[in-house]
């Protein structure tokens, strides 16, 4: 049951990263809107969780219990994170778009999403992960997902090195950068919650 409601909140963040760049990147600001009330639907879902697992915990055995809800509890935290990630691209972003500022220099769109979707892999391989438990996968996901925050910190100094330069605009590259640099936290928080879940399971 916990991993199937922590698959279900993988797959969320996963959809709701890729509608929250799609839509800045096309100017759609309704749908930006609209990412906002899921995620914070989905906040308040979690919340949920977690508050019926703690009263379930109270009727059975202290350290069993412990024991069994260690790996819950680390991936509740680490959604959590991912969610909150979500939450401060979309609320700039929205900003960005509603008030019809500049849009993004389209040079770096197609070096965006060529990292965008290498992130949407890793979180469906994770979900994959949740769903079968393979702890040898785990470790090669966790190395994937390091290689990738590491490629795409190389990308976030060349957009900075562009910035310095005044090259670009930037209000809506200043955007775009937070972007960038909140998609490598929702790299670290996949791999703190499947460090979490591999030590447990160990």
């Not at 959809?15 to 839509?23: P, Q, S, W």
Request: hydrophobic share 35%; with cysteine; glycine share 4%.
């Amino acid at each position: 049951h916990r991993r199937v409601s922590n698959t279900a909140h993988l797959r969320f963040v996963a959809e709701t990263y890729e509608g929250i760049t799609d839509a800045f990147l096309n100017e759609e600001y309704r749908r930006l809107r609209r990412a906002a009330t899921e995620i914070e639907e989905e906040r308040k879902e979690l919340k949920r969780q977690r508050r019926r697992e703690i009263i379930g915990l109270r009727k059975v055995n202290p350290i069993l219990a412990m024991e069994r809800n260690t790996w819950y509890f680390l991936g509740n935290n680490s959604v959590g994170q991912m969610l909150y990630c979500l939450k401060r691209i979309n609320e700039p972003c929205s900003e960005h778009v509603g008030n019809s500022f500049m849009p993004i220099d389209r040079k770096y769109v197609t070096s965006f999403l060529s990292y965008r979707n290498e992130i949407l892999k890793i979180y469906r391989r994770a979900e994959d992960f949740l769903t079968d438990g393979n702890a040898a996968a785990a470790d090669t996901l966790r190395a994937d997902a390091m290689a990738l925050q590491s490629s795409i910190s190389g990308y976030r100094k060349r957009i900075i090195d562009d910035i310095q330069r005044g090259q670009v605009n930037i209000e809506s590259t200043t955007v775009f950068l937070l972007i960038v640099q909140e998609s490598q936290e929702l790299l670290s928080s996949m791999r703190h919650m499947l460090r979490g879940i591999s030590k447990f399971q160990n």
